[in-house]
């Protein structure tokens, strides 16, 4: 193979690693209004919720897998040091996720880098590992950044499902050969 194939073989490769990590998700500013965008990934799919009062779709992660977040957001003050706060909102009841960062201007989860200033625009990057042992639910992911003073400086809120990815290959493979039995049901039968 000739190094202009490779190229452009890796060249199309990275192009679209970029645009699937930058899928924006349906979010809710739980904040000053000030988030341009959310993305997630992998966010396996944006099923429609149909009950959410927001519209929202669902962001499906599978369990056992690492997951990125970013937000695009516009600085409501000016501070040199940040406070992540994570929560799970299930049925209206918020838990705190075990994962934070303590100051993620210190960790490099903001860009450009801290100190924040009043109308500028930053994105905040974060990980964390949905564990397998986590139990397969629908929730709310509450992500904040606060000041030292409790000022909320971002904040949203994404409706996801965790799966089993186990069991979710297990069912899509009932409900295939339910398909297709129905399907042999249904045709003619040949004479």
């Not at 990980?127 to 992911?141: D, N």
């Not at 809120?157 to 297990?170: C, G, L, M, S, Y």
Request: charged share 25%.
């Amino acid at each position: 193979m000739s190094s202009i194939y490779i190229f452009v073989i890796v060249i199309g490769l990275i192009m679209a690693e970029n645009l699937v990590k930058s899928q924006s998700v349906n979010f809710i500013d739980c904040g000053e209004g000030n988030v341009k965008d959310v993305r997630i990934f992998p966010c396996m799919e944006n099923i429609n919720n149909n009950n959410s009062s927001h519209n929202n779709s669902l962001c499906v992660i599978e369990l056992g897998t690492n997951v990125t977040v970013e937000a695009d957001f516009v600085a409501p003050t000016n501070t040199d040091k940040l406070f992540e706060v994570i929560k799970g909102v299930i049925r209206g009841r918020e838990m705190p996720f075990p994962q934070q960062q303590i100051d993620p201007c210190n960790s490099g989860n903001i860009i450009p880098s801290c100190p924040l200033k009043k109308n500028e625009l930053y994105q905040f990057k974060a990980w964390f590992e949905v564990k397998p042992y986590y139990p397969p639910i629908s929730l709310k992911v509450s992500y904040m950044l606060t000041d030292p003073t409790e000022q909320k400086i971002a904040c949203v809120q994404v409706a996801t499902k965790i799966v089993d990815p186990k069991k979710r290959n297990i069912k899509s493979n009932q409900a295939n050969r339910s398909l297709r039995n129905r399907m042999k049901k249904k045709s003619p039968k040949k004479a």
